[in-house]
């Protein structure tokens, strides 16, 4: 470890003012300060500070995703091998056929996004922001594994230079990258995001029985005369399969399960807010409990506890919609923007039949929505501290 | 309103308590013991100058010049009557000027037989009854009313305001500052003259605040509010207390003075003779074990023969007040009037291999993030002044509040104030604050953002446009 950081400090004058290479110092004190925290000691302000920094804040949103990455690559094999007909596909099989068809969408979204980002940071001279390491995280896991690499390539070109580098970099964006780069393509290549593209597979191999439909899709497709209730009986839409997530869909969000062990992660280290959380979960309960009595549609029909394990509310609720930057930043602002973002879930699901999966909108929807929630939060503080005096 | 009277006046008769609980206790290791060591009186004494902010000075003697102990040194131009006093009587043997030429510090050689400067003199009865422009005349005429700040901005009292109430902070939750009971009880009767006499300059109350460990000393203290704050810090600091006992409103003034400077003002009347000596602690990781305690010292004495033998090895950095809002000083200061203790602790410029990932057993955080939090709750820390990170945007919110018992949305204010919005900021209550009432903000936050600062920026800005 001390050769490493004497090599650091035999080379860092190349990369000081002066020096030939001080075009890419951000670069390197990035390495740097990745290898050992930075020697900096205080001068203004109080003389001792916390051992916290923003990167041990973002590592420790990206371990509680791992059991999300993990389940959801062996998930992606899974589904793979059980299209193709391999029943008999052992664990391992599956671990490595999700891994061939996972890891290089998360390579390609690390290499690009980390592009861009030590680009603009070269460029504009400011530190490379650990938020990259997060988003480029977050996106590959609410992709289809059936996605092209390209298009990986251009869904986080879009979500770090125009959802976050042209507002100033990681902190200053609007909204939450990842979700972003994911509604940018969406739109812009719907083929790739809609239809049967959950399952990774070789061109027409697929198993004739198997169409690859999620139990929301299904819902949204049901043919006249069948129920809900029907759904459920028969097995099409099982609560305990959607739990743990053993259903096509995209690669990281498909088991609550594994979502609910990365919420224990960020509310015992207090990462995120249970706040948003816990009140996304009141709001889309308190909503599909009153479509539930009123509606009729099948969506309406379905019991309000099955949301919570449908398609990706549970990773949007602990993953995207706590993204401190974009959610609202009050207290109260943050009950308000949760709730509203479950309500929205299900507004989306039931009301639109075009879109069976809300949960991306919601959220994208109450970022933008935020700062205007936490403005009137403060005028209430205003006007309640003038009213004191 | 009959209600707000009535409990103000329960709140006299009985004390009234407070549990604060947002805030943290940082554990720094070096906690100061209850001895109180004489230190021998130094042959050299020195006055700052620039420690009387808002000062125009004018110099009234040069080097070489004999002076008397209380002797005037400098005046302020822009108000004459305040003088700024030599500590001790002897020979001007420097006066060193730093930016702009302001003077930055006087050296006297200091003559034990020189003569001391008279002023009125009191008896404790005497005090009780004292007319308020005569004890202001001798605040003013010592410059021993800088001890006495106004709320806002915290800058020396105005003779020409009434406050409306004043507030005695006798407990101090940071990490060092002596324990308000230690000091008080060496000298009671210049204690309880300072409360009496600051009873004379308000017609409001003075509020005496005490911490959970409060000795006799200052619960018997008579003729004044007591309250009883509990809780981590910073429940000791005077803004905790204003709000909870007595809500500023945007016009009023509050005076506010701490217990351990009101012995010297006590002292001030009692004898009729500027204090020679004040107590002050000692403390903080950088000194040696059997050093951590109090130390009677010379006001304006030199600090170099105690750092001598009281200091770790290493390279350390001495604290004027506690680790939180302290301000650094240089190895060869003497001390300040206006000083009370002394922190010590180490320059820490060591790097930890892949610290954002690492257990951190060893690291000390207010966040649930390190093995520490969890397995280590109750350790001291010997910390440095490291910070453990790079600056960043802020990226957390709601985190600053956890530390700020005030009512006060801490993201806005300081986002109001770095917008330049100071109308915003004065709505979101930044002048019912200090900036050492961020202090826990700088040390908790992991963006690394300097909140003191902001908030002293804000309160400037505010200041210079006038509100």
Known sequence: MKHILTLHDRIRHHFKKGGRLHS???????????????????????????????????????????????????????????????????????????????????????????????????????????????????????????????????????????????????????????????????????????????????????????????????????????????????GQIDFMQMFLGVIPGSIGETSTLACLIGAAVLLITGVASWRIMLSCVIGLLATASLVNIFGSSPMAQLPPYYHLVAGGFAFGAVFMATDPVSSAATNIGKWIYGFLIGFLVIIVRVVNAGFPEGVMLSILFMNLMAPLIDNVVVEHHIRRRRKRA | MTLHISLKQMGRDCGMEFKITKGFDVALEGKPSDTITDLPSCKTVALYPLEFTGVRQRLLVEEGDQVTHGQALLENKTATAFKLRAPAGGTITEIRRGERRFVDRILIDVDDGAEAERFDRYTPEAIQKADRQAILDQLVRTGYLSFIRKRPFSHRADPEVRPKSIFVNAMNTAPYEPDAERVVADDPQAFQAGLDLLTRLTDGAVNLCIGDNAGDTLTTAERVAVSRFTGPHPAGNTSVHIAHVDPMKPTDVVWTVKAVDLVLLGRLFLDGTLPTSRIISVAGPGVRPDARHYYRLRLGGDLTPLLKTALEPGTMRLVNGNVLSGEAIPQDSFLKLHQSALTVLEEDGERHFLGWTMPGLDQMSFSRLFASSWLRPNRRWKLGTNTHGEERAMVLTGYYDRVVPLNIMVDYLVRAVLAGDTDEAIALGILETDPEDFALCDVICPSKVDVQNIIRDGLRQIEEEGI
Request: net charge negative; proline share 6%; hydrophobic share 50%.
């Open chain 1, 24 to 234: 890419i110092e951000p670069l390197f004190d990035a390495i740097d300060h990745f290898a050992f925290t930075p020697a900096t000691c205080t001068h203004t302000g109080a003389h001792i500070r916390d051992a916290i920094d923003i990167k041990r804040v973002m590592i420790t949103v990206i371990y509680a995703l791992i059991p999300c990455f993990l389940f959801g690559t062996w998930n992606a094999g899974y589904q793979y091998n059980m299209a193709h007909g391999i029943p008999d596909a052992t664990f391992v099989d599956h671990i490595l056929r999700g891994i061939i068809i996972v890891m290089p969408v998360i390579i390609v979204s690390y290499a690009v996004g980390g592009f861009w980002e030590v680009l603009f940071a070269c460029v504009r001279r400011h530190p490379i922001n650990e938020g990259l390491l997060v988003s480029g995280f977050l996106f590959p896991l609410i992709l289809p594994p059936t996605i092209p690499l390209w298009q990986v390539a251009v869904g986080i070109t879009f979500g770090i230079v125009i959802g976050k580098e042209i507002f100033g970099g990681t902190g200053m964006n609007v909204v939450n990258p990842a979700l972003l780069s994911r509604a940018f393509l969406f739109f812009a290549y719907a083929k790739s995001m809609t239809g049967n593209v959950w399952i990774a597979s070789h061109g027409d191999q697929i198993v004739d029985a198997v169409t690859g439909a999620t139990p929301l899709g299904i819902l949204s497709a049901l043919p006249a005369g069948t129920t809900t209730a029907d759904a459920i009986a028969s």
